[in-house]
């Protein structure tokens, strides 16, 4: 059952910009933490970026840290990753998941989450 739908992703040059959302389907109070991994072809799935719910705390993997922006907007049941000064390396698969406790979207543990998505592309190539 998917719990999160993400959108957001394209095709964008290098040092381009692009906005991911994810909508969740139940309260993202529901949830401790939600976070954004990504996927990038015959590697494996890695954690870019955290917020818990409860008062916005974010964590963000030294790979993005700078760069990328995570945020939410639980009357929306929304949470948005900003991804500024884009690489080629950033493109992959990004997906959205969620917890209801613990501390797997911190130590980077996909195999934790409870609930993802489907995933949306983010390719960056000139």
């Known amino acids: 059952q998917v719990q999160f739908v993400e959108s957001g992703g394209g095709l964008v040059q290098p040092g381009g910009s692009l906005r991911l959302s994810c909508a969740a389907s139940k309260f993202t109070l529901d949830y401790y933490w939600i976070g954004w991994f990504r996927q990038a072809p015959g590697k494996e799935r890695e954690r870019v970026s955290c917020?818990?719910?409860?008062?916005?705390?974010?964590y963000y993997a030294e790979s993005v840290e700078g760069r990328f922006t995570i945020s939410r907007d639980n009357a929306k049941n929304t949470v948005y990753l900003q991804m500024n000064s884009l690489k080629p390396e950033d493109t992959a698969v990004y997906y959205c998941?969620?917890?209801?406790?613990?501390?797997?979207?911190?130590?980077?543990?996909?195999?934790?989450?409870?609930?993802w998505g489907k995933g949306t592309l983010v390719t960056v190539s000139s």
């Open positions: 917020i818990r719910s409860s008062d916005g705390s974010p």
């Open positions: 998941a969620g917890e209801s406790a613990g501390s797997s979207c911190l130590m980077g543990y996909a195999s934790g989450m409870d609930d």
